[in-house]
């Protein structure tokens, strides 16, 4: 059972790893490299798992396959990594969950299967991270104690290949990588669509994702447009935010615009820290405000 809504806009790297004509091949070439199996796409069960927006409410970049009997959740990030992924791909797989296991079988004696979930982030952006970190949803609680609850997501800096094998051993990753820092490197604010197209050209003529740009340039564009107008939005929405925050404490009505900054920041991802420093307030605030 798939499922299936096209309302969200892809990305290039959900497009590559989850929706395009090869997305499989693509998939299990990195996702090979990641776990270090050795799996052959004639020889493996897949099937492809979508659900509306839950891990970004405006932007989506998940990529999720059933692998026999296994569910892969896969998440890219381009420029800092969300400490909050485990409650996140909670999130995310519960509703997966729901969706796999039919009403009147979760009240059943016998015991429904499900898939076993595996989280990993696909870390391409510039900041200086470890080669591989683990982030655990029981990092997040108020006390540290054995509690019975766990989720983890395995954090993979792929942004260089002297980095970490995983982007040598995945030739379409390697590529990606390639293609993200042409574009950024081009990259125009006044004239986006121009800047994505010359960046297209671009790899094409250094043999970078050829055969796929070739295919589908437009959407491609289109799927960049997207992209970097979310990242437009939220760093007007930060910069927003920040102006709010000069006014907090001269009057209500700004301290209860910033509250409702900090939630809805919060709600969509944003660190804490974050949150603290575009609204210029204390961690302590901000926690705060969100525990309310």
């Not at 970049?61 to 381009?78: A, F, P, R, T, Y």
């Not at 006014?247 to 709600?267: C, P, T």
Request: charged share 30%; aromatic share 10%.
């Amino acid at each position: 059972m798939a499922f299936w809504n096209r309302k969200y806009k892809d990305s290039v790297f959900t497009d590559l790893f989850g929706s395009d004509r090869d997305a499989k091949k693509n998939f299990i070439e990195l996702y090979n490299a990641l776990s270090g199996n050795d799996f052959k796409l004639n020889e493996v069960e897949l099937e492809r798992k979508i659900i509306e927006q839950t891990l970004y409410k405006t932007f989506n970049n998940d990529v999720s396959w059933e692998i026999n009997g296994k569910l892969i959740v896969l998440v890219e990030h381009q420029s800092t990594v969300n400490e909050n992924m485990p409650l996140r791909c909670l999130e995310y797989v519960t509703r997966i969950y729901e969706g796999i296991v039919p009403v009147k079988a979760r009240y059943a004696e016998k015991v429904y299967k499900l898939p076993n979930p595996d989280f990993y982030v696909v870390y391409v952006g510039k900041k200086e991270l470890p080669e591989e970190q683990e982030l655990r949803l029981s990092d997040a609680f108020y006390t540290k104690d054995s509690s019975k609850l766990e989720l983890v997501v395995t954090v993979k800096n792929c942004s260089s290949s002297k980095l970490l094998p995983v982007v040598k051993k995945c030739s379409i990753l390697k590529q990606y990588c390639q293609f993200i820092e042409i574009v950024e490197h081009n990259y125009n604010k006044l004239f986006p669509k121009k800047s994505f197209k010359k960046a297209i050209e671009i790899a094409m003529e250094q043999g970078i994702l050829k055969d796929y740009l070739d295919r589908k340039s437009r959407e491609v564009i289109n799927m960049l447009c997207a992209k970097y107008d979310y990242k437009m939005d939220i760093a007007v929405k930060q910069e927003e935010a920040r102006e709010e925050g000069i006014a907090i404490g001269m009057q209500e009505g700004a301290q209860q615009k910033a509250m409702e900054l900090a939630k809805s920041f919060y709600s969509n991802g944003a660190s804490v820290e974050l949150i603290a420093k575009s609204l210029g307030m204390t961690v302590e605030q901000v926690e705060k405000i969100i525990e309310e």
